[in-house]
């Protein structure tokens, strides 16, 4: 059973930095084999692609919208993915969601919803102006 806990949203200015965690349970010794993606979601819109990294290669991506400003790390140890969020804006107000490919994310589904099999429950990230 896969199990995936974000932390770290909350309310900022617009120019501060956020980093989100997820946690994740995992099959023993399954990890280092993932994809993880982040997405979000603001009200009203459709959830869209943040970025994701390939655990087995550290190979990352983003969108457009948040290359240069966010970045994707991990800790193979810990279990755990991050997203560093620098320069926020307030459009990058939403909920804030991780996913993940035991599979490795090797297709372009890995920058897609439909490329991940297990979601967190979200974590709010609020960017005031």
């Known amino acids: 059973q896969v199990q995936l806990v974000e932390s770290g949203g909350g309310l900022v200015q617009a120019g501060d930095s956020l980093r989100l965690s997820c946690a994740c349970v995992v099959p023993e010794r399954t990890f280092s084999g993932y994809a993880m993606g982040w997405f979000r979601q603001a009200p009203g819109k459709e959830r869209e692609f943040v970025g994701a990294?390939?655990?087995?290669?550290?190979?990352?991506y983003y969108a457009d919208s948040v290359k240069g400003r966010f970045t994707i790390s991990r800790d193979n140890a810990k279990n755990t993915v991050y997203l560093q969020m620098n320069s926020l804006k307030p459009d990058d107000t939403a909920v804030y969601y991780c996913a993940a490919d035991p599979k490795g994310g090797h297709t372009v589904a890995v920058l897609t919803p439909r490329g991940y099999d297990y979601w967190g429950q979200g974590t709010q990230v609020t960017v005031s102006s």
């Open positions: 990294i390939r655990l087995s290669t550290g190979s990352t």
